[in-house]
């Protein structure tokens, strides 16, 4: 079992910048990649960013690529996604997955822990 808690979120200007953690605790963090989703009201969760397990390749969808970055520090058991030049249509609830021996897959189905989320607005 592993534990995942995201937070970092909040509200922030368009053009602005937040930056979200996800916490792990449970099984060895750096038997897993991981990633980040998102999900907007409305809407079906989307993938936004992968990384591998000891961070060697990372992975964006187009919407965000160029503006975030995926992290992550296995001393800590800890995953970052900074977020710049934020628009409107990032607002979401952004949450943070695991997946057990991957490579950071865009398939949500590939995951086998999610933390609870955190809730990003971005205000035009």
């Known amino acids: 079992q592993v534990q995942l808690v995201e937070s970092g979120g909040g509200l922030v200007q368009a053009g602005g910048s937040l930056r979200l953690s996800c916490a792990a605790s449970?099984?060895?963090?750096?038997?897993?990649?991981m990633g980040w989703f998102r999900q907007a009201p409305g809407k079906e969760r989307e993938f936004v960013a992968g990384?591998?397990?000891?961070?060697?390749?990372?992975y964006y969808a187009d919407s965000v690529k160029g503006r975030f970055t995926i992290s992550r520090d296995n001393t800590k058991n800890t995953v970052t996604l900074q977020m710049n030049s934020l628009k409107p249509e990032d607002t979401a609830v952004y949450y943070c997955a695991a997946e057990y021996y991957g490579y950071g897959s865009a398939n949500e189905h590939s995951y086998r822990y999610w933390g609870q989320g955190t809730q990003v607005t971005v205000s035009s």
């Open positions: 449970g099984r060895t963090f750096s038997n897993y990649a």
């Open positions: 990384i591998t397990w000891n961070g060697g390749r990372t």
